[in-house]
């Protein structure tokens, strides 16, 4: 994340000079999160530690992002601001940048790219963008635009969210549908996810989406290799995997009531190891159901979210045969109630229920050696409110 202050270095003189020149419109736009939580509830891991509660995947390495058993504003609370660029005939710059709690306020550019409207309908874009993995992907970190204060992290927690590369952006009608399509391909990186620096290279991918008035449904496929710094099944020369992601959601939403429910599956390959215990990982399935009802500006809700890895023996040595092919596994249960009293803002409180056994994997024992928990379930509870923003 550090290499992004120097995008940002560079990016601001940029914009101070764009501003003064007349031809070229520029707007401004932005969001925001304050949100405080506290672990309710907790048990103690195998390495004497108490169990935390990670909002962000992303940010394993990060102590910030964790919710423990005092009360914290740092790991939802965030910042961003957008700036958008219109250059006439067509082309825009588009540049977003995110300061983040749970990277301890470190700002990074998340978005930096061109986009030419080479048909009415068709757009093109180069540079730095946003993998289209889930429903809520575009605006993921824009919390105002959905009723949690977080997407549930089974599913929205696969360590991946941008890449550097090229893609097309394609907008229709078919009789009463509404349809969107895109495609793209591009390399990316992601510093602190749970196995380490994950890297993808050469993915190539697509997202499409179909609304008609209430209802909506989207599909994704995306293909590429993947490979883990750091490790020793993972040099760069020859442990590059095939990996394949793919995601499938419907969702309804009448106005006084909204439901939903989004499937992914990621198959990344025997060679993806982690850096904490060197466990390596083969599939991972992961859903979640929401659904809610709104009393005019108020709308309580639930959400259920499993996720479900499947790990293989490689990297665990002598515990390899015990290991082969077992399922660890998490899930979580979220009652949360937003009210917009503002037309900007809203305020947000969510309790979570999340018992994971996946712990049994990425726990760190003495000297750094993994240490397992023989199956137990561990256990936390997590209580967050907050407010967020748009402007």
């Given at each position: 994340?550090?290499?992004?202050?120097?995008?940002?270095?560079?990016?601001?003189?940029?914009?101070?000079?764009?501003?003064?020149?007349?031809?070229?419109?520029?707007?401004?736009?932005?969001?925001?999160?304050?949100?405080?939580?506290?672990?309710?509830?907790?048990?103690?891991?195998?390495?004497?530690?108490?169990?935390?509660?990670?909002?962000?995947?992303?940010?394993?390495?990060?102590?910030?992002?964790?919710?423990?058993?005092?009360?914290?504003?740092?790991?939802d609370t965030s910042f961003g601001l957008q700036i958008d660029a219109d250059l006439t005939e067509g082309l825009h710059a588009t540049a977003q940048l995110v300061t983040r709690g749970?990277?301890?306020?470190?700002?990074?550019?998340?978005?930096?790219?061109?986009?030419?409207?080479?048909?009415?309908?068709?757009?093109?874009?180069?540079?730095?963008?946003?993998?289209?993995?889930?429903?809520?992907?575009?605006?993921?970190?824009?919390?105002?635009?959905?009723?949690?204060?977080?997407?549930?992290?089974?599913?929205?927690?696969?360590?991946?969210?941008?890449?550097?590369?090229?893609?097309?952006?394609?907008?229709?009608?078919?009789?009463?549908?509404?349809?969107?399509?895109?495609?793209?391909?591009?390399?990316?990186?992601?510093?602190?996810?749970?196995?380490?620096?994950?890297?993808?290279?050469?993915?190539?991918?697509?997202?499409?989406?179909?609304?008609?008035?209430?209802?909506?449904?989207?599909?994704?496929?995306?293909?590429?290799?993947?490979?883990?710094?750091?490790?020793?099944?993972?040099?760069?020369?020859?442990?590059?995997?095939?990996?394949?992601?793919?995601?499938?959601?419907?969702?309804?939403?009448?106005?006084?009531?909204?439901?939903?429910?989004?499937?992914?599956?990621?198959?990344?390959?025997?060679?993806?190891?982690?850096?904490?215990?060197?466990?390596?990982?083969?599939?991972?399935l992961s859903w979640m159901i929401t659904g809610g009802v709104r009393f005019g500006k108020v709308m309580p809700h639930i959400t259920l979210s499993n996720r479900e890895i499947t790990?293989?023996?490689?990297?665990?040595?002598?515990?390899?045969?015990?290991?082969?092919?077992?399922?660890?596994?998490?899930?979580?249960?979220?009652?949360?109630?937003?009210?917009?009293?503002?037309?900007?803002?809203?305020?947000?409180?969510?309790?979570?229920?999340?018992?994971?056994?996946?712990?049994?994997?990425?726990?760190?024992?003495?000297?750094?050696?993994?240490?397992?928990?023989?199956?137990?379930?561990?256990?936390?509870?997590?209580?967050?409110?907050?407010?967020?923003?748009?402007?």
């Open positions: 994340m550090k290499k992004n202050n120097y995008w940002c270095a560079a990016l601001v003189p940029l914009l101070c000079l764009s501003q003064q020149t007349q031809a070229v419109d520029i707007r401004w736009s932005g969001f925001g999160s304050l949100v405080g939580g506290v672990v309710v509830s907790d048990e103690t891991l195998p390495n004497g530690k108490t169990t935390e509660y990670l909002t962000d995947p992303t940010m394993s390495d990060e102590s910030s992002a964790y919710y423990q058993d005092t009360i914290s504003f740092k790991p749970g990277n301890d306020f470190q700002t990074g550019l998340e978005w930096l790219y061109a986009s030419y409207n080479i048909t009415p309908n068709l757009i093109g874009r180069i540079g730095r963008q946003r993998l289209p993995f889930y429903n809520y992907s575009d605006y993921q970190e824009v919390a105002y635009a959905y009723h949690w204060i977080r997407p549930p992290i089974e599913v929205y927690g696969e360590g991946l969210v941008s890449f550097e590369g090229i893609s097309t952006y394609y907008t229709n009608s078919l009789g009463y549908w509404d349809l969107e399509l895109q495609f793209y391909y591009g390399d990316g990186e992601e510093e602190g996810s749970e196995v380490g620096r994950v890297n993808i290279e050469n993915f190539v991918g697509w997202a499409g989406t179909a609304t008609y008035d209430w209802f909506k449904v989207r599909v994704s496929t995306h293909h590429g290799e993947v490979w883990v710094e750091g490790t020793p099944l993972n040099e760069r020369d020859n442990a590059a995997e095939e990996s394949f992601f793919s995601s499938l959601g419907f969702f309804v939403d009448k106005g006084r009531w909204m439901l939903g429910t989004e499937v992914t599956y990621m198959r990344l390959g025997d060679s993806i190891q982690s850096v904490y215990d060197n466990s390596t990982f083969d599939e991972r790990v293989t023996p490689e990297g665990f040595g002598p515990l390899g045969p015990v290991y082969a092919n077992q399922k660890v596994s998490s899930q979580s249960l979220n009652l949360g109630v937003r009210w917009d009293f503002h037309p900007k803002a809203a305020l947000k409180m969510d309790y979570t229920h999340r018992v994971d056994n996946s712990d049994d994997v990425f726990v760190k024992g003495p000297a750094g050696l993994p240490q397992f928990a023989a199956g137990k379930a561990l256990e936390v509870d997590v209580l967050a409110f907050g407010l967020d923003f748009i402007f």
